[in-house]
């Protein structure tokens, strides 16, 4: 039965209520508050995504002794000079304006020392301690104070929206508006706008292990791909080394510990107890998360604890200690029967974070125009890995940017005639599973993903692998596409959108793979066993997927070169 979708305009949309969402939304309506803004999302406004779930804390040079040029070398070192530059800089440079906004402005507290001046703890990968936090719970400070600006403003909300496909004009090569399912009816919609924001936030749920929150499933990112935009550095997939091993029986394995255990001097351990990283890496525990979670991942196949991961132990920097500076890791590990103050705690590295996204400009801008990205579907800001605490930094530095961006962009603009047979095209795609006749276990089809990429496209890849892992997409795709669903009813149908989430996923995975796959060498969250040398750093290279196909592009080191520091060059 041909599906119909009711109609909604807006002038700007953003897709997404994470860091990256919400400062669009509140500096978009700053610069221009006669524009009508509307929030689609796929979860509750405030209750949803990954910026509630940040630990550790944010990134930002605030202290007499550190600066923005130290922040941008830890960050293009750490990226393994991966990064565009230019996105860099923005990122340390705004950052100090975003910490200030979000105390000043828009109400949050961050933990002060008793002088006054605010605390900033250490994190892997720096040289210097400049994480902002509040306690070990700081993005639910952030994601509240944010939502109950938006909801103080005069800004739209559709919650339990989901998007599922950017629709671009008839005609014309731009966006014309997005379709959605509305979550609690099942209906179509499709919302018209001048000027869309991709802010989805990625989020590489097609691991065995992993962290994001359960409504993240690559949408954004896989609408993008279906769109022809490029999306780089897909193959730098982060894997966080301390996600709590619990074992099978609950959803809580593969929930992060934060990094601030390994940084206040936590150490790992392995099945037999032993330490082990100072072995692997003279910065030992403290060493990115790329070279401790590729030291992890090899000694658990040498001595593996009881579920097959390690250990971490903080009781030697005395329980009192641990339960005070993290109470919230304490009580987490203790809710899964851990005492993370005094004994041992199983943890195995999960997959945390994509470095790859939409290729976009410093502005926000991307290939599409009226389409601009931020925050976790964005590429390029981290290179070939994440500092801990550079991405709640990137979403909400990247998400104002995108504000005033758009709101400036759509003065002189018109809602686009959109493309009725690609509207009609993307509902078919949904109504997909209750057309077929062949009926599908998604339960089984998600552990084939899920084995197939922590085996196959993990923290060790190599041709093989990643070949054999390509046919086992294909094949997942394939069964995916010909399944039928039943069609029970419409309103709030979870399997209709796990299906939606396992063909995201899946579309997304195969780009990881093939990127992987071109990529012949060994940089940051990449591995390769078979190309292990990093490769000439004044040669870096970016992977640039487009239409099935990879290019590798030549990093333009446009502020520092290899070899160079730009404190050097400031002095
Ligand atoms: C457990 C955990 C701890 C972390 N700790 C830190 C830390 O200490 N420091 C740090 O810097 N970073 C940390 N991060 C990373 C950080 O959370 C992310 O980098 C950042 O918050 C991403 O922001 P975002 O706005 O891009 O996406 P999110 O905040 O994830 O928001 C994405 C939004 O998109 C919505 N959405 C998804 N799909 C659709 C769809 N199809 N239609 C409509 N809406 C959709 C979601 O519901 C959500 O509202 C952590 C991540 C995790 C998972």
Redesign the pocket.
Known sequence: MAQEARSLDTDLLI???????LFAALHAHKAAPDLSITV????LLGK????????????VALAAEDSVERHFMDTIEGGKWLPDQELAWKLVTLAVERIKELENELGCFFDRNPDGTVHQKAFAGQTFDRTVHKGDL??IEIINRLAEQVWARNIARLEE????ELIKAKNEEAVSGVVFIDMRTGEYVFVGAKAVLL?????PTMYKYH???G???C??LAMALRAGLPLRDMEMVQFHPTGLLAGTHTRMTG??L??GLRGSGGYLLNGAKERFMPQYDPMAERATRDLVSRAMFLELKKKPSPHGGLYISMAHLGPERVAREFKGMVERCADCGFDLAGGLVEVVPTA??MMGGVEFAADCTTALPGLFV????SGGVHGANRL????????TVF?AVAGDTMAAWVRDQGLREPDRAALQAAIARCERPFMNSNRIDLEALRERLYETMWQKVGIVRDAASLESALAELGAIEGELAAGSLPDLQRAFNLTWHDWLNLMSLTQVSRVVATAALARCNSRGAHFRADFPDAGSLEQSAYSSYRDGAVTMKPVAFTRVRPGQSLLQNAA
């Open positions: 897709l997404g209520a994470g860091g990256a969402g689609a999302v796929k979860g949803c995504g990954c910026t509630r779930m940040v630990q550790g804390g944010y990134n700081t993005g929206y989901r998007a599922v802010a989805t936030g990625g989020g962290t994001p929150s409504d993240k499933s949408d954004g929930t992060v934060e990094e945390h974070y931020a925050g976790e579907d801990g605490g550079n991405g709640v930094a990137n979403s998400g």
